[in-house]
């Protein structure tokens, strides 16, 4: 596992708010705050510059709207994972969101210990979704995408998509399944292409939505 600090760039109108985030995750260690925006320019800006690991992006922000930031990050640096951050558990934009590239989405009142699992969990590549929101989720799935049949998946990509959808990274997906960590990825590749989805998030929502593999129960990844 890698020692390297996760690299983080926090983004939100509230700099009560930023600051609270900043001593929370300074003192837990392990994280360093390269940058903090108050607007979503800004964000774009520092992004660029700062080449963050982590976006924690609140969903309103000022100028340009954190759904349209995600949507630019996820084009212009890819590399940049978006947390998306909302006060709301029916924040109209929650599914936008994940449309356009946010890796993972957290209330506001979660805890410092929710906070940092899904920041690692993320940073690590893993998908990381919270259970209050994702079935609303998988609601917007299934009414604006039932009719997109995915290509036919082998056995073997259901069974790598399970385990995704479960939150394993790579590693633990090729030591379950006696693959290397190679054809994992190569096989992650084929499978985003077939569901016309982007990340690993996207791929665990469609694939659940469209019965191709089982909900994930809520204790898989202890």
């Not at 774009?44 to 080449?51: E, N």
């Not at 982590?54 to 994972?81: C, F, N, S, W, Y």
Request: glycine content about 6%; aromatic content about 4%.
């Amino acid at each position: 596992m890698s020692t390297m600090p996760i690299r983080i760039l926090l983004a939100d109108d509230h700099r009560m708010f930023r600051q609270g985030l900043r001593e929370l995750l300074e003192r837990k260690g392990g994280f360093i705050i390269v940058g903090e925006a108050s607007t979503g320019r800004e964000v774009l800006a520092q992004a660029a510059a700062l080449r963050p690991d982590i976006v924690l992006l609140d969903i309103q922000m000022p100028e340009i709207d954190g759904v349209a930031v995600a949507r630019q990050l996820a084009q212009t640096h890819p590399d940049v994972k978006v947390i998306m951050l909302t006060m709301y558990r029916q924040d109209q934009h929650l599914f936008e969101a994940i449309k356009a590239g946010a890796r993972a989405y957290l209330l506001k009142d979660a805890d410092a210990d929710e906070l940092i699992d899904v920041i690692e969990r993320v940073h690590r590549g893993e998908a990381a979704l919270d259970p209050t929101v994702t079935l609303r989720v998988f609601d917007e799935f299934r009414r604006l995408s039932i009719d997109q049949d995915a290509e036919q998946l082998t056995e073997r990509e259901r069974d790598i998509l399970t385990l995704l959808a479960e939150g394993h990274d790579n590693r633990t997906i090729a030591q379950r399944l006696f693959l290397s960590e190679k054809t994992v990825g190569n096989r992650l590749s084929e499978i985003f292409q077939k569901l016309g989805v982007s990340n690993r998030t996207q791929a665990a929502l469609v694939a659940v939505q469209r019965g191709l593999i089982a909900p994930p129960k809520p204790d898989s990844t202890e």
